[in-house]
């Protein structure tokens, strides 16, 4: 699963110790005493009743034990008829548990079939014990009624964690395996997607058709999928194996765009794994009112509907590349070899978020590859979970391993890992535990094992501190200079815990460098180092493979040398972050900045965009004419966007033609950019042009206008406002963004607008469905019982109206 894109971080840090809360029940794998072997599924669906009426035979054996029952999930289910090898059987079935007597004692080896006549009835689905999603419900109906204009019907599902037993009978735990066949009927007009191939299409007569799909490789139970709909198709391929993309039709013209790297990705990930794609095709799927960021479903993987994005998001950014990268590799890690229980699902989730780090340096380069990862380092440090071990015996939710630590924290540690055992035996250890584990279950230890097989080094160590154990490295460095004897003595002061690590360190002598690898073990570390020239910087972590937080005290001097010379993404980010505060006063550190404009990384350049301070007394004028050239001719649109953003704050009309000629772009960023700088010059021209744009138009500029209207306090923009404003407060780290949006929130708030307050009440119901895991659900009834407040001490007309749609949002939340 992958988790939403643009976590709230505002979110996370207020909420995280709501969910933090220990439970002492020890999570073992799941007891196998009959194994699954085969499921055959025959359904169609009540669109009435948002129910599925299905009929299975599910194929078993014993494990190990001999056994004359079986017990199988089965949640909310109306059973009407149980068969065993064709016998009527009696049953019990209770709790969401289908206990069934077998006909004999069957021993290990011994095969026996059950048939299950059913009506599975996910709308009355409550799972036991969990509070993070109560409605995994399995089998979602959207629009099952067509009575929304805005929304296709379609019906899709979510089996992670334990919720394909909301729709099929199942032994419901990620250490069984099992292979399929489905036969789904459907009316005519939809288009069906599950697992493994569409072997036949069959027209009923009767506005129905059935479409049977089969699967002949093993899977665990959660990662079964049905999908229907009304679809384009478009179809791409992979060395033989159709590889498919199912978006709504509007979409059909950028699929290729969305998701044409995927072949690329099959081959690369073949490669590095040594593992040929393993699976009978690849294909996926976009759905509506998605629960969370995408499935890696074998070969039908889901994605919400932000996987569908329009021409002028994928000239600035394919927000999505990460996660296609992160469903695929799960083809190996998840699908291919499972974990054997949620306490060690590290070894799905930390492989599927590697491997977008992975992908982006074989891409892009090794400066994307590592502002990703410094970005899901920090994902993890602001979350709070200093506590969590990787591999979790205890949890109150199994809902809650899928957190930072498991992805984020676990891309970290298994990029220290690659880094200390080297590229060639991490990727060979990888191939021998998926080659060991095969179409089987693992846990974290296997990963150990099979990686000291093929490094024949001892990992007991590593995989005791980072494994199964919590926090991460805690390091302060200081330097005791010797002149008379020419050394350096570079101390290292672990806080907290103690770590054992690898650690390099660079030292520059003039522009000389050398690369030094010690050993940190102890509380107190030093290490001497002799030099010659004169020292100009040491950078520690040179590598910055750590996952760790390091102070240290660097001057103005270092840092600008630093810029220069070191070449890691994170040397020359944190350089321009520390000299961008000195531009006032030194002329050095300003042509630094002035430097990185042309940094080879665009994020970077964006960063010293956004850094640089024009209203100082330095070389103002050469400033000036970088930024328009980048404006003009920066070969990444975003890059441009920035630049004109800068040349926007100097409301300079001369500037006009060339935001006029951005606005003209196909760029998002850049007509967006361009906007809001006709604005601060000439804010009538702007209102007339904004006046003039199409309406889906405006929802791709919904940021740039949402800022423009609110700062015009524009009354009659109330709804649109109102749709876009929560993303301003809570989905930006923008301090002056969060605080005009909270402007713009309270003035809605006020309002008398009935649209604006049905907007704003829905967009609080999206959003905590959506960031559940982060606790917006409550955050959002909180917010709408002060509307509610607000609205009460008004004197609003309609504040009775006003109050109910609030309170009826309150109680959707509440649900
Ligand atoms: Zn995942």
Known sequence: ?????????????????????????????????????????????????????????????????????????????????????????????????????????????????????????????KQKGSEVIKDAKGLYFIDPKDEDPNKPTQIWTQGETESNSCWFPTIDTPNQKTTQEIYMTVPNKYVTLSNGLLKKQTENGNGTRTDYWKMDQKHAPYLLFMGVGEYSIVKDSWNGVDVNYYVEKEYESVAMDIFGNTPEMMTFFSDITGIEYPWDKYSQIVVRDYVSGAMENTTAVVHGENAQQNKGQLIDNNELEGTIAHELFHHWFGDLVTTESWSNLTVNESFATYSV???????????????HMYNDVQNYLQSQSESKDLVRFYYDDKEHMFDPVSYHKGNAILHMLKDYLGDEAFFQGLNKYLTDHLYGTAEAHDLRLALEDVSGRDLNWFFNQWYYGSGHIKMNVTYDYNTINNTVTVNINQQGKTFKFPLSIDIYEENEKTRYNVWVDNVQNSFTFSFTKQLKLINIDAKHVLLAEITEKKNLENYIFQYKNAPHYLDRKIAIEEIAKHQQDSKDAFNTILKALNDPYYELRMLALEKIDLFQKYNKKAAISKIENLAQYDKKTLVKAAAINVLGKLIDPIYKPLFERGMQSESNALVGSSLTAIYLIDKDAALKKLSTLENDIKENLADAITTIYISEKDKTNLPFIARHVLKGMFLTQNKRTQQLY??????????????????????????????????FDKLGVNMLRQMVDIQQQSSNQNKNELILILKTGMAKLLE
């Not at 992975?358 to 590859?369: E, S, T, V």
């Not at 008398?752 to 606790?775: H, Q, S, W």
């Open 1 to 125: 699963m992958a988790q939403m894109k643009n976590i709230l971080l505002t979110i996370i840090i207020l909420f995280s110790a709501v969910i933090s809360a220990q439970n002492k029940i020890y999570r073992a794998e799941e007891e196998k005493i009959n194994d699954l072997i085969h499921t055959k599924l025959k359904v169609d669906f009540n669109f009435e009743k948002s129910q599925l009426n299905g009929e299975a035979w599910i194929t078993l054996k014993p494990h190990f034990y001999p056994t004359d029952k079986v017990v199988l999930d089965a949640k909310s289910f109306d059973i009407h008829q149980i068969k065993v090898n064709s016998v009527n059987v009696d049953f019990n079935y209770t709790d969401d548990e289908l206990t069934i007597e077998l006909d004999k004692i069957y021993k290990k080896g011994e095969e026996y079939s059950v048939y299950i006549k059913y009506t599975a009835k996910p709308e009355e689905v």
């Open 357 to 371: 780090y992975l992908w982006f340096l074989h891409k892009y380069g090794k400066d994307k590859a590592d502002a």
């Open 742 to 775: 909270t402007e713009g929130f309270k003035w809605i708030s006020e309002s008398d607008n009935e649209l604006a307050i049905i907007n704003l009440t829905d967009e609080f119901v999206k959003f905590g469905f959506k960031y559940k895991r982060y606790n």
